[in-house]
């Protein structure tokens, strides 16, 4: 009914813009007064996390990418090795585990079956398994060693939005704790960022407030048949996100590519006209890979594609290349996926309603997936 939507008109306009109580949520009580983290819940003992010689994480679709940018965070701050799987691939490859592995599922609903054979086949192994999850009392949590829980809420939209950042928030969290337990020498960096963190609700929020552009551009494609997205780093998952995120919901071709990957292959796909969303990173921090980016964006739009630029305040080399141009706050270049993500999300709703599409229920699509 309208009264569940809140005055929205779907669940999923509703969870989008329950994103920054979602976030502050799911930082409640988990960062102290000293600015350190206190993750009493994550019940593997500190010394287990300081043998910890590789972390694995196992997720299927968007949880999937939440997992992806986790890896650069963890490498980043621990320095431990981390893969990341769809478990779906997971147990069929044999792959190697032991006591010293970390295993993390994430899984908003906890009844994925896929993610739940990952983790049952990484305790076989004798691995830990940390679970990130949104659903109390579910499967995948009732079945590891231990669990994270995202403050999301009940998500109801299919296609996940306040599940997606919330995640992050968890994966970020899990990263920064794992640097605070075997101290790493990114000791200042982790409280500046564990600073940042606690702020980032209110950039999320400031993003909400600047979408009515991204609507009006959504609805001028909506007869498109492709749309393309680019980033790096830690915007390449967010590429992914948003081509996975108009996939479910505008039934149309979306891909998302490493802009490093354009001149292997993908740049052939440039023709005049065609939607290309870029996610440019901060210029400040990797400012080496935001040159690159911006770089990329001239080689496309050389050969006519209609360029869709997301870049941080400020940043006014992107200007001239910028069919459009959305503005995200500035962030820590790792966090930045919190932000960059949200007008995708926008992006891909209202591009599935112009073309009258069902966006809490699309085709085909069940909520949480229980068969293999
Ligand atoms: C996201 O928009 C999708 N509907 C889907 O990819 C989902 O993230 C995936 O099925 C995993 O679900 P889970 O988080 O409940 O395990």
């Known amino acids: 009914s309208a009264a569940e939507k809140g005055g929205h008109a779907s669940f999923m306009l509703k969870e989008i813009a329950e994103q920054p109580k979602a976030v502050a949520d799911t930082l409640l009580g988990r960062i102290d007064a000293e600015g350190s983290l206190t993750l009493d819940e994550v019940r593997i003992p500190a010394h287990e996390l300081r043998e910890t010689d590789k972390v694995v994480i196992v997720a299927c679709g968007t949880a999937f990418h939440a997992g992806l940018i986790a890896k650069y965070a963890i490498e980043h701050w621990t320095r431990i090795p981390c893969e990341?799987?769809?478990?779906?691939?997971?147990?069929?490859?044999?792959?190697?585990?032991?006591?010293?592995?970390?295993?993390?599922?994430?899984?908003?609903?906890?009844?994925?079956?896929?993610?739940?054979m990952?983790?049952?086949?990484?305790?076989?192994?004798?691995?830990?398994?940390?679970a990130i999850c949104n659903t109390n009392g579910s499967t995948i949590p009732r079945e590891s060693d231990a669990v994270l829980y995202t403050h999301a809420g009940p998500e109801v939209a299919v296609a996940s939005t306040k599940a997606f950042l919330t995640q992050l928030v968890a994966c970020y969290l899990v990263a920064l704790y794992l640097g605070q337990v075997r101290g790493t020498k990114w000791g200042d960096e982790i409280r500046a960022v564990i600073r940042d963190l606690a702020g980032i609700g209110q950039a999320v929020e400031r993003v909400l407030g600047t979408m009515e552009p991204v609507r009006e551009l959504a609805r001028?494609?909506?007869?498109?048949?492709?749309?393309?997205?680019?980033?790096?780093?830690?915007?390449?998952?967010?590429?992914?996100?948003?081509?996975?995120?108009?996939?479910?919901?505008?039934?149309?071709?979306?891909?998302?590519?490493?802009?490093?990957?354009?001149?292997?292959?993908?740049?052939?796909?440039?023709?005049?006209?065609?939607?290309?969303?870029v996610v440019v990173p901060s210029p400040r921090g990797r400012s080496v890979l935001h040159d690159k980016l911006v770089s990329n964006i001239q080689e496309i739009r050389a050969r006519g594609a209609r360029t869709v630029v997301i870049a941080e305040e400020g940043d006014e080399t992107v200007t001239p290349y910028a069919d459009h141009l959305v503005r995200i706050p500035a962030t820590p270049t790792l966090l930045q996926p919190l932000v960059a993500t949200v007008p995708l999300q926008v992006f891909a709703c209202e591009l599935a309603t112009a073309r009258g599409n069902e966006v809490d229920q699309p085709r085909n699509l069940a909520k949480s997936v229980t068969v293999e």
Do not use: N
């Not at 970390?102 to 906890?110: C, E, F, P, T, W």
């Not at 990952?118 to 940390?130: D, F, N």
């Open 84 to 116: 990341v799987e769809l478990a779906s691939e997971f147990r069929y490859r044999d792959p190697i585990l032991d006591q010293r592995s970390l295993v993390i599922a994430i899984s908003q609903s906890g009844e994925t079956m896929d993610t739940l």
């Open 118 to 130: 990952a983790v049952r086949h990484a305790r076989e192994q004798g691995s830990k398994v940390l």
């Open 220 to 277: 001028s494609l909506a007869g498109q048949d492709t749309v393309l997205f680019l980033g790096r780093h830690v915007g390449y998952p967010v590429a992914l996100e948003g081509a996975l995120k108009l996939k479910e919901l505008a039934y149309m071709h979306a891909e998302g590519f490493a802009a490093g990957e354009l001149k292997h292959g993908p740049i052939a796909l440039i023709e005049e006209g065609l939607p290309v969303v």
